[in-house]
C-alpha cells in the first residue's frame, strides 16, 4: 500500500500567519494518464470531512483563496497563506492513484 | 442542491452485522461512485471500498475482505455497506462519499457505529 506522511502532526498557528503542511508518498502520485490524483480535505470536530484541493492544485468550488495545494511525483504542499479562526481541525491528504486509496494521518491545526 | 444523507446510529453486539444506508439526491445517482470511508474516534480516515451504483461492480480494500458488502438500489438512489462479524475495533464513524472524476467530491453526515456487549 502507498504510505501517505504528513508533517508536523500538530500546528500551533497565529492568526493571520501563514502555515504549511507536507504530504509525501511512498510512491509516485502520478497515474498512467498523467494526472496525480492527490487531494486534500478539511475535517472540523464534529463534521464531515470536506474537501479542499484535487488533482494536487485545484481548489473546490467555495474554498478560499487563501488555500493553495503544490508539489509533484512523491511531494505535496497545502499552504494558508493567513490563517483563520475557521481554518482549524485536522488537514489530510488523500491518494487515489493507487488501489488502495490511502490517507496520510492528518494534520490537527490549532491557534495558538 | 447535491447531498448525501446517511441512516442513524446503530449499537451492536459482537459477532453481529450492520448495515448503513446512504441516499442520494441533487444528482444521478449512478453517474458516479459511492465509496466508504471509516474513523475511530480519535483517529484519522480509512478507506474500506466502493461501488458502482450503475454496474453494482465493487472493490473492497484488503482489510475488509469477506466481512464488507457494497450494495445500491437505484430506484431510491440509495447505496448500503454491510459490515459482519463486528468486533469492538469496528466501533466508528462511517461516511459514504461520492467520487468524481477528481475524487470524493461529497460526503455523507456520518453513521456512528458502536460495538459493545
Known amino acids: 500500500d502507498v504510505v501517505m506522511t504528513q508533517s508536523p502532526l500538530s500546528l500551533p498557528v497565529t492568526l493571520g500567519q501563514p502555515a504549511s503542511i507536507s504530504c509525501r508518498s511512498s510512491?509516485?502520485?502520478?497515474?498512467?494518464?498523467?494526472?496525480?490524483?492527490l487531494f486534500w480535505f478539511h475535517q472540523r470536530p464534529g463534521q464531515s470531512p470536506r474537501r479542499l484541493i484535487y488533482?494536487?492544485?485545484n481548489r473546490d468550488s467555495g474554498v478560499p483563496d487563501r488555500f493553495s495545494g503544490s508539489g509533484s511525483d512523491t511531494d505535496f504542499t497545502l499552504r494558508i497563506s493567513r490563517v483563520e479562526a475557521e481554518d482549524v481541525g485536522v488537514y489530510y491528504c488523500?491518494?487515489?492513484?493507487?488501489?488502495?486509496?490511502?490517507f496520510g494521518q492528518g494534520t490537527k491545526v490549532e491557534i495558538k | 442542491q447535491v447531498q448525501l444523507v446517511q441512516s442513524g446510529a446503530e449499537v451492536k453486539k459482537p459477532g453481529a452485522s450492520v448495515k448503513v444506508s446512504c441516499k442520494a439526491s441533487?444528482?444521478?445517482?449512478?453517474?458516479?461512485?459511492i465509496n466508504w470511508v471509516r474513523q475511530a474516534t480519535g483517529q484519522g480516515l480509512e478507506w474500506m471500498g466502493w461501488?458502482?451504483?450503475?454496474?453494482?461492480?465493487?472493490g473492497y480494500a484488503q482489510k475488509f475482505q469477506g466481512r464488507v458488502t457494497m450494495t445500491r438500489n437505484t430506484s431510491i438512489s440509495t447505496a448500503y455497506m454491510e459490515l459482519s462479524s463486528l468486533r469492538s475495533e469496528d466501533t466508528a464513524v462511517y461516511y459514504c462519499?461520492?467520487?468524481?472524476?477528481?475524487?470524493?467530491?461529497?460526503w455523507g453526515q456520518g453513521t456512528t457505529v458502536t460495538v459493545s456487549s
Open positions: 462519499a461520492r467520487r468524481s472524476p477528481y475524487g470524493m467530491d461529497v
Open positions: 441533487g444528482y444521478t445517482f449512478t453517474s458516479y461512485d
Open positions: 461501488m458502482n451504483p450503475n454496474s453494482g461492480n465493487t
Open positions: 510512491q509516485t502520485l502520478v497515474y498512467s494518464d498523467g494526472n496525480t490524483y
Open positions: 488533482t494536487v492544485s
Open positions: 488523500m491518494q487515489t492513484t493507487h488501489w488502495p486509496y490511502t
